[in-house]
Structure formats: C-alpha cells, structure tokens
C-alpha cells in the first residue's frame, strides 16, 4: 500500500535525477550560454542576402562589428548583439534590415494554446520566440505551466513561486480587493458594498513589494526576456480556487493581462505565452490576455478530437466569462474577449505519412485557411534537442547532419513566416495608443 509519503519520495528521487541532467545539460557553468551564428547563417539564413553582399559590405566598413574567426578558417561568427546592431547600422539595396513594426501599438501578444497534452506547444513557443529574436523582434515569453517546459529549454532552473504567473496573481488579488474596497468605502451609503477581508497569510507574502523586474528575467539570448515557472506554482490552481472565494469579484482571468498592460509599449515587440495542457485559472489569464491565439495539434485523429473539445471547452469557459461581467467588479475589463485572430497550427507532421496527409487535410477540410499552410515536419532534431532542450537556432549546425539540421530549420523558418504575416495583421489591428 502506498501513500503520500511514498510518491513524495518517488518525487525527491526523481528530483535528484532532474537536476544531475540539469548539469549535464547546461554544463561547465550551469547557465546556459547563446552560441554565435556564422556569417553565412548571418547573411542568408539571418538577413536573407547574398553571402558574398554581406561580406563586401563588412570589408567596405571597419567600424562595423565583425563578429570572430573561430579555429576552422574562413567563416566569421556573430553574437546576437552583434547581429542587432548591423540590422541597425546596415541598409542593403537601400533596405533597412530592422523588422516592420506598425507605430502607435503596444506589443502584440500571441498565446500557444491547446489543452490537449503533448501538442507542440512548448517546442512552438520556443521555436517562435527564437525566430523572432534571430528576426530582429524583442520578446518577452510568459510561462503558464508549472511543468515549466520553457522555462528550463531557456535556462532558468531556480525559480521561486513568488516570481511567477501564480505572483502577478496573487498580488493582481490584493491590489484589485484594495482598490475595490476603496471604492466600495466611497459609494453613496444605501449601495454599500462588502468590504472584502485578504487573510495576512496572503498579505504577509509580500507580494506587494515585488516590482515588474522580478517577475521578468533575462536569458541566454539577449532580446528574450522571460516571466519563468516552476513546478512550485502547480498548487496556483487550488490557491485561485481558494482567492476568487475570497474575493467572488476579483476578475481573476485578467490578473496577467493588467500586468502586461502596465509593461512601457516600446519595452518588447512581442509576448509569447506558452499554456499549460488543461483549463484552468492560468490558461484562462494567458488566453484572456493574448489577442491571438495560436492552436498546435499533433497529426493524429484523436489529436483532432482533442483538438475540437479543446474549442469546445475554451468557448464555453469564455461564455461564462462575458456572462459574469461586472463592469465595477472588472474595472477596465472588457467583456466578451475578443480576439484578433485564431490559427491552427499542424506538428509532428510527416509528409510522407498517409494518415498524417489525411488529417491535414481534413483539418482544412473543417477550418478553412485558418489551418497554417506550413505545418511543423516530425524532425530527429528536435527530438534529440528535446532532451538536451535546444531549439534548432541553438544548434550548432556543425554538430549534426548538415541535411537534418537544415530539414529542421527550414520547417520552423517556413512555420514561423506564415505565424509573422499573421502577426503583423493582428498588430495593425490593435488600439492606436498615439
Ligand atoms: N516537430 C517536432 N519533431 C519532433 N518532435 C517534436 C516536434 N514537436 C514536438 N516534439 C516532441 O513532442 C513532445 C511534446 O512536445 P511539447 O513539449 O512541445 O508539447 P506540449 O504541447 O508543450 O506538451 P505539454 O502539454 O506537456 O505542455 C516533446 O518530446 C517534443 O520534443
Ligand atoms: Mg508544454
């Protein structure tokens, strides 16, 4: 017979385990470090021009930065730093290297959602973010899953709960009871409204005195920044249950989208939240703050079943929403949410596989052009970054199969164009803030 105690000894083991791979994986130092990227992948991969331009454009300007020789010969090698500032610096055939980003708007905010386990969405967010950054964009990822998948692919492995998604909620609780109270307290006597108590357990937290900076860590990649998680907020779901009966007004869905509201416009280009795979109190806050929402799905046909209830259950939850709006409860909430767009995005996918073609094409079949033309190919890539939790653009293209590695590159490259022309439509559509 087995109890509690059992599996948190099974847990600790396990714990052991996961943080010698963690050293191993991140080695000699334990951070995780951005490699340089070679001229080649600079100019045609990178900027998308001719090889020998971008050479003769470097030797025309000793004041550019020239990245580094490494030991074997000709190439030159680049930081990101480097590469952001020769997109600032460079003009080719008169054309600016910096990517378009439309003026007046706040950064757009894209969720990588799906409740179905094991979709892709992780490798997705991961994948997008990294692309986006080699694109020029400055992006913040926000991780909704105390799995924390993100997280550790991006190199943070010691993060306390507080500065988490579950944080922002729990101080997003005290600060919208305070302001509530405050105006409940000024309201005409006669529409008295309860004054709601937060137990000192809550206030005693602290929570209060944390700032945006601690929520939102850098990482090995200069222009990606990260609101992290940690197996540690997977207990958010039972504290929001026990917060909302504290305070039944609090609009507990839109704690992280008032936090990302007070983030300067001009801070990131992009917010990328990668979700857990159920619904609940953080999946809502990330959908409810995303104005696009990007659905990965396996190939497979109960994937397409999930993938349906997944809907079916989203629409549903947002319905309730809308139905419980309260404009004094929600303050600047506005109710239905609306989104700027929705996408379906296929993974795993082998073009040679018969059922997968099938499935593709019933997907279109059902969802029109709102399916993504390009879908994410099954790669040993990935499955081999996977456990050393890389994306593609980490890999060094030299320590794998030329082939393999470009295979790889060129799906996420063709996925993440068509997720960018999305995303610039969605971005023209945001309030102007001029
Ligand atoms: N294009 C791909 N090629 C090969 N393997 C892939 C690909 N995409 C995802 N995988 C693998 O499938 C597994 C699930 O992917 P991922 O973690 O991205 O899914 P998820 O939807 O985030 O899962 P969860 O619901 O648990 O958060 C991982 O082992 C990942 O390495
Ligand atoms: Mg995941």
């Known amino acids: 017979m087995y109890t509690h105690e059992d599996l948190a000894r099974l847990q600790a083991q396990?714990?052991?385990m996961q943080s010698w791979i963690r050293r191993q994986t991140f080695s000699p130092e334990n951070t995780k470090t951005l490699r340089r990227?070679?001229?080649?992948?600079?100019?045609?991969?990178i900027f998308k021009v001719n090889q020998s331009t971008f050479r003769g454009r470097l030797a025309a300007d000793p004041n550019l930065p020239s990245g580094e020789v490494e030991e074997d010969g000709r190439q030159r090698w680049f930081s990101l730093a480097e590469i952001n500032e020769l997109r600032r610096r460079m003009k080719i055939n008169r054309k600016t290297l910096l990517p378009p980003r439309p003026a007046n708007k706040r950064a757009i905010r894209v969720a990588i959602a799906n409740f179905k386990g094991g979709a892709g969405k992780s490798t997705?967010?991961?994948?997008?973010?990294?692309?986006?950054?080699?694109?020029?964009y400055r992006v913040l990822a926000v991780d909704f899953d105390p799995q924390a998948t993100l997280s550790h692919s991006m190199g943070l492995s010691?993060?306390?709960e507080d500065h988490t998604v579950w944080g922002i909620m729990a101080r997003d609780l005290i600060h919208e009871t305070d302001r509530m109270n405050a105006s409940a307290a000024g309201a005409e006597?006669?529409?008295?409204?309860?004054?709601?108590?937060?137990p000192a357990a809550i206030r005693d937290l602290g929570l209060d005195a944390l700032r945006m900076g601690d929520f939102i860590q850098p990482t090995a990649w200069p222009t990606i920044d990260i609101i992290p998680s940690c197996a540690n907020a997977a207990f958010v779901e039972f504290a929001s249950a026990q917060y909302r009966h504290l305070n039944p007004e609090w609009s507990f869905f839109a704690a992280v989208s008032r936090f990302l509201d007070q983030i300067p416009d001009d801070s990131y280009d992009m917010i990328l939240f990668d979700c857990p795979p159920a619904i609940g109190y953080q999946s809502m806050n990330a959908v409810f703050a995303a104005d696009m929402l990007y659905i990965p799905s396996g190939p497979g046909y109960w994937e397409y079943d999930s993938t349906t209830s997944f809907i079916g259950q989203l629409a549903e939850a947002l319905e309730d929403l809308a139905h419980g709006a309260d404009s004094f409860a929600h303050g600047q909430v506005t109710l239905p949410k609306v989104f700027?767009?929705?996408?379906f995005l296929m993974t795993r996918y082998e073009p040679g596989n018969e059922l997968h073609r099938a499935m593709f094409d019933a997907f279109r079949k059902v969802f029109g052009d709102r399916v993504a033309e390009s879908p994410i190919e099954m790669t040993r890539a990935v499955e081999q970054s996977g456990r050393f939790l890389s994306s593609v653009y980490e890999i060094d293209y030299r320590e794998m199969t030329r082939g393999t590695w470009r295979r790889?590159?060129?799906?996420?490259?063709?996925?993440?164009?068509?997720?960018?022309?999305?995303?610039?439509a969605a971005w023209e559509n945001l309030e102007d803030r001029s």
Not at 126 to 135: K, N, P, S, T, Y
């Open 408 to 424: 790889a590159r060129a799906t996420f490259d063709a996925a993440y164009a068509e997720f960018r022309g999305h995303m610039l």
């Open 37 to 45: 990227f070679s001229s080649w992948e600079v100019s045609e991969l």
């Open 158 to 160: 010691d993060v306390v």
């Open 14 to 16: 396990s714990l052991k």
């Open 124 to 136: 997705v967010a991961l994948h997008f973010a990294h692309a986006a950054a080699l694109d020029g």
């Open 189 to 198: 006597s006669g529409t008295a409204l309860p004054q709601r108590q937060i």
């Open 340 to 343: 700027q767009d929705i996408r």
